[in-house]
Structures are given as structure tokens and as C-alpha cells.
């Protein structure tokens, strides 16, 4: 269900719309007086990625439900009228062949540009998110662990130094190494060994030298998070020997129907194992030992980015998603 506050009267309020592979999600908000306040929110799990075949062709049904539910944001956009929108998309519609077909009609539906984003630039605007709501000078090293793709980033403060996007998600790793929602002993290190090889030698960038503290963004790391806690695992902090009990719970449970865990969402169920083998293989290969699950994400991101575009530009970007995305510092990966 959407959640609404009180517009603030002075500082303008910006909407983000993030298209991603697993859920649709809307959030207005504003920057006042170096806080962020949210106003507005709306997630569904559309499933996106769910409907790219193996042609890489987008069906006609998840364009369907994708579409019904920017038919549901369209009408609190109309109703709340915030004074920017930027609509981004991410690595479903990066990969789909037939992407162009899905953006025109959602552009039609918003009345505003959808911007399919490239993988640096999500990891920019996640960072962006992450270091605006939890302000520190700490390094941090940050995953975001989404349907189709999962971004790494180190950086300190407000700047990030090292940016990483893989083709690795949730649901894209749940569907590959286990099928019909069956959980075995074998799929799990079938998934790490894919996780692994497309992390490749990048991951000498993340290791432990690089960073002082670890932070997870978005969906997974919330909710593995919230199982940790309700479970009495951790105190809410992901840890090794936490991952390692969630991972024997679902191969215990053999099916994720079977499945049944104070805090564990049914809609969280299907991209489970597929997102503890992400964890799990980045624990093991960053050397970390302890991650702290936040709530920045690329959602909030893209309003501080658009904020502070505005401030800079002195423009109302009623809709901004034919800018080009903003350069990175050199020592900025692609």
C-alpha cells in the first residue's frame, strides 16, 4: 500500500521512479535543511525480469503488469504534483531486445522520459542514496543486490572511488540454479560458482584494505536482515555464520514454499536462495565479516541527485530523464 506525509512548503519535492527487475517503485520526497524526508511511497513486485525469455525478449505479460502499475503511479504523480520526476531503468530493460516497445508505453502512461541507465550510473546513484541518508567519513564498501544485476561500490563520504556493476541478481540466479522453487545442497554451490566467476577479478578492488565499514542496500540485505533479527541469528547485522544458518534453513526446507521463518515475506521467498548465494560469495571474497543493512538506495539517490542537479542548473526538470549521466572521478571503474 502507498504511504503518504505532509508536503514541506519550503524546499520542492522530487519523484523517483525505479523500474527494476524484481519491483516497480515510486517515492516522493524532499531535501530540507540537509535531511531527507520522505513523503510518498509505493513498491509492487512486478517480476519484470521474470518475462525476459531466453532471446532475451520481454513477454507480453510482464509488460502487462509493469504497465498496470505505472498506471497506479501516474495517478499519485497526478494527485501529489511533485515539482521534478525522473524515471530510471535498470538491467531488465537494459538486456530486453524489445526494451524500446515497453519504454514508449510507459512513457505514455507517466507523461515523463524513461531512462535506461547504465550499470555505473545505478552504482553511482545508489551510493548517492546511501552516503546522503547515513552521513559518515568513513570508507564504505556498499552492495545493492537486485534481481538482475548487483552494483559494489567503495567511496568515502559523498564521493565514491570505485564502482562495479555484475550481471548477477536474485531472481536471475534463483531461476538459473533453482528451478520450480527446489533449494539442494548442490544449487547452492552451483550459484556461488557462478556468482564468483562473473565477479571475477574485480573483487581484488573491494578487498578489506579499501574500506572500513560495510553497508547493504536495498531489498536482500533488508531482508535477510529482518530474518537475522526475528530468528534470534544477530542483532540485525548480516554476518558469515548468519548467511551460513539461513542457507541450512532453506536446504532443510528443500522447496521455498517449505520454507516457513518469522520475518521471511512471500514475495521475498522466490529470489531468496538466489540472493544468500550473492551474500555469501561476497563475504567470502571481500573478506568481510560483519554488514549493516540500510535504507538508502537508488530510489532516494536519484532525488538527491536530482536536488542537487537543480541547485546547480537553477532548472525545473519537470522530467529529467533525457539528461546524460553525470561523469565519475577517473579512478571511477565502469
Known amino acids: 500500500m502507498p504511504q503518504s506525509a505532509t508536503f514541506p512548503a519550503s524546499s520542492p519535492t522530487l519523484a523517483a521512479i525505479d523500474l527494476g527487475s524484481n519491483s516497480f517503485r515510486l517515492e516522493i520526497g524532499s531535501l530540507l535543511q540537509g535531511d531527507y524526508l520522505q513523503i510518498h511511497c509505493r513498491k509492487e513486485m512486478v517480476r519484470l525480469g521474470a518475462g525476459l525469455d531466453a532471446r532475451g525478449t520481454l ?16 495517478s499519485d504523480l497526478a ?46 546513484l ?9 552521513p559518515s567519513d568513513h570508507r564504505r564498501l556498499v ?42 545442497v548442490e544449487g547452492f554451490r552451483a550459484a556461488q560458482r557462478a556468482v564468483r566467476a562473473e565477479f571475477g577479478t574485480a573483487l581484488a578492488s573491494f578487498s578489506p584494505q579499501h574500506w ?19 530468528n ?24 521455498i514454499d ?26 567470502a571474497h571481500c573478506g568481510v565479516r560483519q554488514l549493516h543493512s540500510t535504507r538508502g538506495a537508488l530510489r532516494q539517490g536519484v532525488i538527491v541527485d536530482l ?3 537543480r541547485l546547480s542548473n537553477g532548472n525545473d526538470h519537470r522530467a529529467r530523464g533525457g539528461m546524460k549521466s553525470r561523469a565519475m572521478p577517473e579512478s571511477v571503474r565502469a
Open 143 to 184: 552492495i545493492d543486490i537486485g534481481g538482475r544485476s548487483t552494483e559494489i561500490i567503495v567511496g568515502q563520504a559523498r564521493t565514491p572511488h570505485v564502482a562495479e556493476s555484475f550481471k548477477v541478481g536474485s531472481a536471475s540466479i534463483s531461476q538459473r540454479h533453482f528451478p520450480n522453487g527446489r533449494v539442494t
Open 307 to 309: 536536488h542537487e542537479s
Open 126 to 134: 545508489i551510493y548517492a542514496g546511501v552516503s546522503f541518508l547515513h
Open 59 to 74: 513477454s507480453r505479460e510482464a509488460m502487462s503488469r509493469g504497465l498496470g502499475c505505472l498506471k497506479r503511479f501516474a
Open 232 to 255: 534470534g541469528v544477530t542483532d540485525g547485522e548480516l554476518t558469515a555464520d548468519g548467511l551460513r544458518w539461513l542457507i541450512e534453513r532453506c536446504v532443510e526446507a528443500g522447496h
Open 212 to 230: 572500513d565499514e560495510a553497508m547493504g542496500s536495498s531489498g536482500t540485505a533488508g531482508a535477510v536482515s529482518t530474518v537475522l533479527r526475528l
Open 258 to 283: 517449505h520454507l516457513e521463518l518469522p520475518g521471511l515475506k512471500d514475495r521475498r521467498r522466490s529470489v531468496l536462495p538466489g540472493g544468500l548465494s550473492i551474500l555469501y560469495t561476497f563475504f
Open 79 to 124: 494527485r501529489l504534483g511533485p515539482d521534478g520526476v525522473r524515471v530510471v531503468a535498470t538491467q531488465t530493460l537494459r538486456e530486453a531486445r524489445n526494451s524500446g516497445e515497453f519504454i514508449r508505453h510507459a512513457e505514455d502512461v507517466l507523461g515523463a522520459p524513461v531512462e535506461v541507465i547504465s550499470g555505473q550510473e545505478e552504482a553511482r
